[in-house]
C-alpha cells in the first residue's frame, strides 16, 4: 500500500593530488595534521587558491552522465560550526553548480530504469574527530580535500534500487579514475533521504535524512529500516508525529536508525558567495579536454562481447572493477585467445584469492599469468596440470614458469616417438580390440585413446595422442 521514495546525496573525494583550495597533500592514513598550512586551518588573511585538476575530474563525471556542464558556477560560502571545521564555513556550490541534470541507467531485476541526477558540485571535506574516553582530538589532515557531491532526484523505488544506483556511480567514478571511491577510507560516502506515500499519490511525504552510510549492506539495511519505521507508524496514526524532517544516523551494531537533530533549512547556512573566490569559468580547451572520457564499464560490457565472443554474464563479471577489467585486457592484448582468459581469470584465478587478496593485490599478476597461459596455449602443460601450476605459483610468484613446469615434471609429452612408442604397445596387447576397431566398431577408437592417456600418467598432450593414434590405426 506504500510506495518507497528515495533520493540520495554521494559526497567522493576526487583523487587529486593535493587539497582543492591549497598545495597540502591528500593522502590518507598518515601521522595527524601533517598535511595542514595556513589556508586549509583557516588562519588569518590566507587565501584560496582553486585547484583545476578538481574541476577537470568535475566535468568528466559531468560528461559520464550526460550532464550540462555550466560554464560559469560559482563557490558559496556554508556557515556552520563544527570543530573539524575550522573556517567556521565549508566552501561549496549553492545556486550555479558545476555540473547539472544528468542520468545514470540502472539496472534492477533485469529491468533498466533511468535515475535523474539534479546536481553535482564542488565543495571541501572538513577535518575528523577522534572521539578518546573523555576528550577529542580533531585531525585536519582531511580538511579540504576536494569533494564532488552529486545529488540525484528522488527517483529510487526501493533499497534495491538505491544499491544498484550507487553501484552504478561507484563504477563510474573508478572507471574514470576520478575518484578511490573506497567505502572504508571514506571516499566514498552517502546519505539517504527516505520518505513513503500512498500508493498512486504523486507528491512527496516527509523525508528522514540518514547520515554517513558507508557501506552497501548498511545503507540497504538502514533504508529497509527507517522504511518499516515510518511504514509503522503511518499504520498506527502516528504518522504526523513520529515521522519529521530530520536527521538520522544508522546504529550499525543495532541495525537502527537513530534521531540526531533537526533537519537544518538551507536559510540557516547563511549561503553567500565566497568573496576571496572568482566564479569558476571552464573555457573551451579546458572542456574539451575533460570531456574525453575514457571507456565505462556498460560499454565494455557490450564490447567484449562483441569482439571476444563472450558471454553477458563473463563479461559483466569482468568489468566487476576497474582492476579486474584492466587484468583482462592485459591478457587478450597479449593474444591470449579470449576464453581462456575468462575461465583462467574469473574461475580458477579468482577462486584462489581469499582472505581480502584482490586482484590488484594477487601474487600473481598479469605478465605472469600471460607466460603462465601461453604453456597451456602452446600445449607445454594440460589444462589439468596448469591448475597444479598455479596453485604453486600462487606461492611462489617469483619463480619463472617454465623453471616451475620443469621441476613440478608437468611437462606435457608431445614428442612424437614417445607417444608412438606406447601406442604400439598398447595396440599390441589389444589386438583383438583392434580387429574389432577395424571391422566398424568406431567406439574402441576412445579406448585406445584412455589407455594411452593412462599409460602416459597424464603427460601426454591428448591432441597429439589423437591425431598419431588415428595414423597407426590407418
Ligand atoms: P539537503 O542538502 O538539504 O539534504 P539536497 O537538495 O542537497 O538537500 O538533497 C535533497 C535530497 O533529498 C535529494 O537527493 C532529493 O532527491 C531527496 N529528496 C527530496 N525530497 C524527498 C522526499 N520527499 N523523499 C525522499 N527523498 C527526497
Ligand atoms: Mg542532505
Ligand atoms: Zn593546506
Not at 199 to 205: I, M, R
Request: proline share 4%; glycine share 6%; aromatic share 8%.
Amino acid at each position: 500500500m506504500f510506495e518507497v521514495v528515495i533520493g540520495l546525496e554521494v559526497h567522493t573525494q576526487l583523487n587529486t593530488k593535493t587539497k582543492i583550495f591549497c598545495s597540502c597533500s591528500t593522502s590518507f592514513g598518515d601521522e595527524a595534521n601533517t598535511h595542514v598550512c595556513p589556508t586549509c586551518l583557516a588562519l588569518p588573511g590566507a587565501l584560496p587558491v582553486l585547484n583545476k585538476e578538481a574541476v577537470k575530474k568535475a566535468i568528466s563525471f559531468g560528461a559520464a552522465i550526460n550532464a550540462k556542464i555550466n560554464k560559469k558556477s560559482v563557490f558559496n560560502r556554508k556557515n556552520y560550526f563544527y570543530p573539524d571545521l575550522p573556517k567556521a564555513y565549508q566552501i561549496s556550490q549553492f545556486e550555479i553548480p558545476i555540473v547539472e541534470g544528468g542520468e545514470l541507467i540502472i539496472d534492477v531485476n533485469g529491468e533498466k530504469k533511468r535515475i535523474g541526477i539534479t546536481r553535482a558540485h564542488l565543495e571541501e571535506d572538513a577535518g575528523k574527530n577522534i572521539h578518546e574516553s573523555d576528550h577529542s582530538l580533531v585531525d585536519l589532515n582531511r580538511a579540504g580535500t576536494p569533494l564532488l557531491e552529486i545529488v540525484s532526484e528522488p527517483d529510487l523505488r526501493s533499497s534495491d534500487e538505491a544499491v544498484a544506483y550507487l553501484k552504478k556511480l561507484h563504477s563510474i567514478l573508478r572507471f574514470l579514475n576520478i575518484s578511490d571511491a573506497n567505502m572504508q577510507e571514506g571516499s566514498f560516502r552517502c546519505d539517504a533521504n527516505v520518505s513513503i506515500r500512498p500508493k498512486g499519490d504523486s507528491k512527496l511525504y516527509t523525508r528522514v535524512e540518514i547520515k554517513n552510510l558507508n557501506s552497501f549492506k548498511f545503507i540497504q539495511k538502514a533504508i529497509d529500516y527507517e522504511v518499516e519505521r515510518q511504514s509503522a507508524a503511518w499504520e498506527d496514526g502516528k504518522y504526523d508525529e513520529e515521522v519529521y524532517q530530520e536527521t538520522r544516523l544508522f546504529d550499525t551494531t543495532n541495525l537502527v536508525t537513530r534521531s540526531m537533530r533537526g533537519k537544518e533549512d538551507s536559510a540557516e547556512y547563511r549561503y553567500f558567495p565566497d568573496p576571496d573566490l572568482l566564479p569558476v569559468l571552464v573555457d573551451k580547451a579546458m572542456y574539451d579536454e575533460a570531456i574525453k572520457i575514457p571507456e565505462l564499464a556498460d560499454e565494455k560490457v557490450v564490447r567484449y562481447q562483441k569482439e571476444f565472443g563472450i558471454k553477458e554474464d563473463d563479461a559483466l563479471n569482468l568489468v566487476s572493477t576497474i582492476e579486474m577489467s584492466r587484468y583482462f585486457e592485459d591478457l587478450v592484448n597479449a593474444k591470449i585467445s579470449p576464453k581462456l582468459c575468462v575461465t583462467w581469470l574469473l574461475v580458477e584465478l579468482n577462486g584462489r584469492l581469499k582472505n581480502g587478496v584482490t586482484i590488484e593485490t594477487s601474487p600473481i599478476n598479469s605478465n605472469k599469468m600471460i607466460e603462465f597461459l601461453k604453456r597451456i596455449e602452446d600445449g607445454t602443460i594440460s589444462g589439468k596440470a596448469g591448475k597444479e601450476v598455479l596453485d604453486y605459483l600462487m606461492e611462489h610468484p617469483d619463480e619463472d614458469v617454465d623453471t616451475v613446469i620443469e621441476k613440478l615434471g608437468l611437462k606435457q609429452v608431445s614428442d612424437d616417438s614417445a607417444i608412438v612408442a606406447i601406442i604400439d604397445q598398447i595396440l599390441a596387447a589389444n589386438a583383438d580390440k583392434v580387429a574389432e576397431y577395424k571391422a566398424g566398431k568406431d567406439k574402441m577408437f576412445g579406448f585406445f585413446v584412455g589407455q594411452v592417456m593412462k599409460e602416459g600418467k597424464g603427460a601426454f598432450n591428448p591432441a597429439k595422442v589423437n591425431e598419431l593414434l588415428k595414423s597407426r590405426l590407418a
